[in-house]
Every structure is written in structure tokens, then in C-alpha cells.
């Protein structure tokens, strides 16, 4: 029997909107959602708060499920959600993979980034979306 992969990730938007995004020292150094696969015995909404807090510091409350993503190429799930801030502070870089983390606007993302990310940013933030699962494909990275 094989174990899925299940992986959660974070929309989190500052009071002005802007979404926090985190760079990695890995892979294609793209910006995106924090986040990361689950450990054993971990629900995707505890995966989301843990990577949340080893990547930024941010300690979160897990709000709306904006979409479930598979993924054919890794036999994946991912889960994606609303978070909300516990208190006021600023998110720092864990340095061991994460190398920055801003807030940045919507209209206005930062690359390299991939059309995975940017789903399901535009995906969390449309309040008509009521299509929760998705599949989607290799993805396309945008410098």
C-alpha cells in the first residue's frame, strides 16, 4: 500500500489586501505560498499552521478550504486555505528555506512564479468560486 502525498498551503492577506508570499532557496528560487507536504499523522489544516509558522515565524488560525488540487505527475493532493494572522508581527524568513517573505499585491506577483501559484491565489480570493476540486498539470513557471 502506498502513502498519497498531501500538501497544504496558506493565503494570508495583510490589511490592505497584499498576500505574504515566501522565496525558497531551492528548486527555481520562486515565490510562493507557504506551505509544504504533511507529516504523519498531521491533517492538512495542522500542515498548514506548522509550515506556516517554520517558514514565516506567523502563528495562524486555518479559515475557509478555497480549493483541493491534484496533481497526476507527484499522485497528490493539495490543500489550499484562507489564514488569518493570531497578532500583529512581521513575518521572517526561516533562512534554512525560505530567503524572504513579503506581502505583495495581487495584481502586481512577483517572479519567478509558477501558474500554480498564481490559481490558487486568484482561486482563494473569488468569493463566486464554488468549485473546490481541481486537477491540474505540469507547471509553467513565469520569470
Known amino acids: 500500500m502506498s502513502n498519497k ?5 496558506a493565503v494570508i492577506l495583510d490589511s490592505e489586501g497584499k498576500i ?5 532557496n531551492y ?9 509544504g507536504l504533511s507529516e504523519q499523522k498531521e491533517s ?3 500542515t498548514a499552521k506548522r509550515e506556516v509558522f517554520e ?5 495562524v488560525t486555518v479559515g475557509r478550504l478555497t480549493g483541493v488540487y491534484y496533481e497526476l505527475e507527484h499522485d497528490m493532493h493539495h490543500f489550499a486555505f484562507i489564514c ?10 526561516d533562512s534554512k528555506e525560505v530567503t524572504e517573505c513579503k506581502y505583495f499585491s ?3 506577483l512577483p ?12 482561486e482563494a480570493l473569488d468569493y463566486n468560486n464554488n468549485q473546490l476540486f481541481h486537477y491540474i498539470g505540469p507547471r509553467q513557471w513565469l520569470d
Open 5 to 9: 502525498l498531501v500538501g497544504a498551503a
Open 20 to 24: 505574504l508570499l515566501v522565496k525558497h
Open 44 to 46: 492538512a489544516e495542522e
Open 27 to 35: 528548486g527555481k528560487y520562486n515565490w510562493e505560498l507557504p506551505g
Open 111 to 122: 517572479r519567478p512564479i509558477s501558474d500554480f501559484t498564481i490559481k490558487r491565489i486568484q
Open 84 to 93: 488569518t494572522i493570531n497578532e500583529t508581527q512581521q513575518p521572517q524568513p
Open 55 to 59: 517558514e514565516t515565524g506567523l502563528e
Open 106 to 108: 495581487v495584481e502586481n
